[in-house]
Nanobody, 119 residues
Framework: QVQLVESGGGLVQPGGSLRLSCTIS????????VSWYRQAPGKQRESVAT???????NYLDSVKGRFTISRDNAANIVYLQMNNLKPEDTAVYYC?????????????WGQGTQVTVSS
């Protein structure tokens, strides 16, 4: 069985930083593309950042230059470093991962972690 858990959310003042972690565990044969999404109250879920297995990255325009997605393939962890946070970054952040085991392929979602940017 495979599991995905997000961590690292919290309350931060505007201009502050947070680092989110997405840990994938289990009998993983390969971890492919991983994305961070977010959903603010009353809004649709949107893709914030994506990283391929080869570490090619893509970002939502509004977070370019402030957020950095990275991955540790040995540990099956993907990070989202968020700097210069703004109130409009407030949302529940979700990790989504494509995982291959010896017997199956999974598209996993985490339970989400709350990020609140407020003074």
């Amino acid at each position: 069985q495979v599991q995905l858990v997000e961590s690292g959310g919290g309350l931060v003042q505007p201009g502050g930083s947070l680092r989110l972690s997405c840990t994938i565990s289990g009998n993983i044969f390969n971890l492919y593309g991983v994305s961070w999404y977010r959903q603010a109250p009353g809004k649709q879920r949107e893709s914030v950042a994506t990283i391929t297995r080869g570490s090619i990255t893509n970002y939502l325009d509004s977070v370019k230059g402030r957020f950095t997605i990275s991955r540790d393939n040995a540990a099956n962890i993907v990070y989202l470093q968020m700097n210069n946070l703004k109130p409009e970054d407030t949302a529940v952040y979700y990790c989504n991962a494509n995982v291959v085991t010896a017997t199956s392929t999974y598209n996993l979602w985490g339970q989400g972690t709350q990020v609140t940017v407020s003074s």
